[in-house]
């Protein structure tokens, strides 16, 4: 463990009040973004992190204790105005995101609010395309607008896989031309005999 982390992280992990933050890195194929849910510019691990002022949301991290593999949701309320400009890029840049790596990172901070370290990595996954919504009108305060991107990770839904069973059309996605399935329907009920002299 202490080649993981810093002898000043393993210390302030022990401390009784830890003092943390989620920060994201989004790998957009048009480049990479940063963002943490401060009020400022955050400079940690040679990147600049852009403030969400406490309108983003992060949803599914944690151990499940069974083995299996989750997605995380990363969320943000409160649109236009952010410094991502996420709704943009739900709008206009979708191909360029789609299937593209977010990583979310664990950043301690000492007790004056500075940072300690590198940021520690906890979440990969790829982002599947993003989904913008907006709340009804609650009087005079209006409807907020946010998008949410989900986020998976190498191994969600590996027990399908894709392409899997013994059809023609399956076996034209693997290996286009391939008519090696193509007859399935006509031999089911066929018998064969072999050898035949």
């Known amino acids: 463990m202490s080649d993981f982390f810093t002898a000043e992280q393993l210390e302030l992990l022990t401390a009784s009040r830890v003092y943390v933050s989620l920060l994201v890195k989004f790998d957009w194929a048009s480049g990479p973004q940063y963002a943490w849910n401060g ?91 993003p989904k913008v919504s907006r709340s009804e009108m609650q009087g005079t305060e209006g409807a907020v607008q946010s998008i949410s991107i989900v986020a998976e990770n190498a191994f969600f839904n590996r027990s399908r896989p894709p392409y899997g069973r013994n059809t023609d059309r399956d076996q034209q996605a693997r290996s286009p031309g391939d008519k090696f399935f193509g007859f399935v329907s006509s031999i089911l009920m066929k018998t064969v005999t072999y050898p035949d002299y």
């Open 39 to 129: 009020n400022t510019n955050l400079v940690t691990g040679g990147n600049t992190f852009l403030p969400m002022h406490g309108m983003g949301n992060i949803e599914g991290l944690g151990l499940s204790g069974s083995g299996a593999s989750d997605s995380v949701t990363i969320s943000v309320a409160g649109l236009p105005d952010q410094a991502l400009d996420f709704l943009a890029k739900a709008l206009e840049d979708t191909p360029l995101i789609d299937q593209q790596l977010v990583t979310v990172y664990l950043q301690l901070f000492d007790d004056s609010w500075q940072t300690v370290g590198n940021p520690i990595p906890i979440f990969w996954g790829f982002a599947q395309p």
